[in-house]
């Protein structure tokens, strides 16, 4: 057992905050309580837990069925390598690496974010109120649109065929410049019920990748020779607006211009710029567009962004920065959204602003502001220079301008999204090893009187990882048209399915109520294929279609002769990353 002192010496800001929230403050008024505590033994060391709030008996689970409190008979864990979904769900393979686009060009590596746009969209126009189903209308086409898929990273090995021996050629580098970014593909339904991905639609099929031309917004714009990016990078999850566009996340950006093997070996004149690691906006519906990267929302290692709109049309902006011991921001914008029929000009919205981030500990917004904050005016390093010498620098760095001013570094910050009901904002912590958290929690923020511009908040914890709650290191979260959340998990690939990890089988989507007598208890809907992680889950406006991303199937192979997954296609094809679109949903 370790000792107390021990036990001190890796406690967290974050994780004292947990120990003194949980013993002096309830939870959430449910069953999650009981798991909470007992996954949160001061330290938050999963063995040293108590086994309480084991998941749900048979015969619980049977009476929830018959009482039709749950949307679907929840599966077992699988180490299958396949998808495996519920009774009376199918899923259809939409699009997976290397599909042609059908303009020459081809579907990227490790899909991540998803967003679908109605292709009647732009003619009906979009509902605020709808920030589940990315502020579609009801009544807007769910049978055929355009889907907004992210590519994260990718493996040299499937891509270029490098396997991590001396330097890259320039083929190899240029074929993997190709795989990362976006693609946009029309998807649509036909009369059996059956998704497909539709490669004869040169009007919108497209992709953005590495090379892609992309101007700079904002403060920053100018940074490191800009407002012109070359590409978009660590494409990570992402968030839609309430005028029609999305929005990709750039994450881990650092390892690019790195030499191989230890990065990817890019150009270093290019890829190590500051011109990574923001929030990129794209319209979909405009192949010939060029895409922006907003540096008004900060310069981080950004994995989403969840829209919300107040009363007074005040549009506001929260993120996560998906490292350990990181920080929760939110972005306010300055101009207001008052006319959506306006999409030009709105899209002009997240250029200018104000970004804070999160203080837990005092439950308020702290502004990461140059010009107001005398403490980041006189920041300096280790060396004595100064770490700022404007609202560039901040932006640009805003890990270190949040930690100058006393924000909270969490655990892991990454999936970020607000309840269609109540307006809460739902965090997901995927875990931090390093103090001891294996498997993570999800944290509620309430703004104070329900206002997103709030300078202060209140929080606390609907759920936490562990076997005793079945689930561990929950990521992307995506809420339904009755405020269920649904949860993917993001076991590391070289933990799945071992050690403490081992009672979860493959990575999986969960589905919690978050109200009622069953709130924060997690029941399993799907199973993922082998070393995969499922990411960017998103529904269609009538939220009878989820569209779900399988990343990494068989990451772990040790050659292209010794596969540990042959998903999709089987046999002994190599393994490819894709995307689904599951049906058998009842609204």
Request: charged content about 20%; hydrophobic content about 35%.
């Amino acid at each position: 057992m370790t000792s107390h002192d021990q036990r001190a010496e890796r406690k967290s800001i974050w994780h004292d905050l947990l120990e003194r929230r949980i013993n002096r403050r309830s939870l959430v008024a449910t069953g999650a309580a009981a798991a909470a505590v007992a996954a949160l033994p001061l330290d938050l060391q999963t063995a040293e837990a108590a086994q309480y709030n084991a998941p749900m008996s048979a015969p619980a689970l049977a009476q929830r069925q018959a009482q039709g409190s749950l949307p679907f008979k929840p599966i077992g864990t699988s180490t299958a390598d396949d998808l495996i979904l519920p009774e009376g769900f199918r899923y259809d393979l939409l699009a997976h690496r290397g599909h042609d686009m059908g303009n020459g060009s081809m579907f990227g590596e490790n899909a991540d974010f998803l967003a679908f746009f109605p292709i009647d969209m732009l003619e009906k126009g979009l509902d605020q109120t709808r920030p589940q189903f990315g502020f579609t209308r009801s009544d807007l086409s769910s049978n055929d649109g355009l889907l907004l898929v992210n590519h994260e990273y990718i493996n040299p090995m499937f891509i270029s065929g490098y396997t991590g021996s001396g330097a890259k050629s320039s083929d190899q580098i240029n074929a993997e410049k190709h795989m990362v970014g976006m693609s946009v593909i029309r998807v649509k339904r036909n009369s059996d019920g059956r998704w497909y991905f539709d490669q004869s639609d040169a009007a919108h099929n497209r992709r953005i990748d590495a090379t892609t031309p992309i101007t700079l917004t904002g403060p920053a714009a100018n940074i490191d020779g800009g407002p012109i990016a070359i590409g978009s990078l660590g494409n990570c999850s992402g968030g839609v607006t309430p005028w029609g566009t999305a929005l990709s996340c750039e994450e881990n950006f650092q390892d690019y211009p790195n030499a191989a093997p230890t990065g990817y070996g890019w150009e270093p004149e290019i890829y190590a710029k500051r011109h990574y690691g923001w929030v990129v906006e794209v319209d979909p519906f405009d192949k010939n567009s060029t895409p922006r990267k907003h540096t008004a929302l900060g310069r981080f290692r950004h994995e989403n962004v969840a829209v919300r709109v107040g009363g007074d049309g005040t549009v506001v902006a929260y993120m996560g920065d998906d490292k350990a011991d990181s920080c929760v921001y939110k972005f306010v914008a300055e101009r207001k959204l008052t006319n959506l029929a306006d999409r030009p000009g709105n899209m002009q919205i997240l250029e200018s602003g104000q970004l804070y981030a999160a203080d837990f500990a005092n439950g308020k917004w702290i502004l990461l502001d140059y010009n107001s904050q005398s403490a980041l005016q006189s920041a300096k390093d280790s060396k004595g220079n100064l770490l700022f010498t404007s609202q560039a620098d901040v932006l640009a760095d805003a890990q270190a301008a949040a930690m100058v001013l006393k924000a909270t570094p969490v655990d892991r910050p990454e999936d970020i999204e607000i309840h269609p009901l109540d307006g809460s904002v739902y965090i997901a912590l995927t875990n931090n090893t390093g103090h001891g958290n294996f498997h993570g929690q999800i944290v509620r923020l309430a703004e104070t009187d329900g206002n997103p511009a709030a300078m202060s908040f209140d929080w606390s914890i609907f759920a936490v990882g562990g076997s005793q709650s079945g689930f561990s290191s929950p990521d992307n979260l995506v809420f339904d048209g009755e405020g269920n959340l649904w949860m993917v998990t993001d076991i590391s690939s070289s933990r799945t399915n071992k050690g403490i990890y081992k009672f979860q089988g493959n990575n999986g989507l969960f589905f919690f109520r978050t109200s009622g007598p069953d709130a924060g208890i997690a029941f399993q809907f799907a199973s993922g294929p082998v070393e995969c992680e499922l990411t960017g889950p998103c529904w269609s406006p009538d939220g009878r279609t989820l569209f779900l991303s399988i990343q990494h199937p068989g990451e772990e192979s040790k050659s292209l002769s010794e596969l540990s997954s042959h998903w999709p296609i089987g046999g002994n094809e190599v393994p490819r990353s894709g995307v689904v679109a599951i049906t058998g949903f009842k609204r």
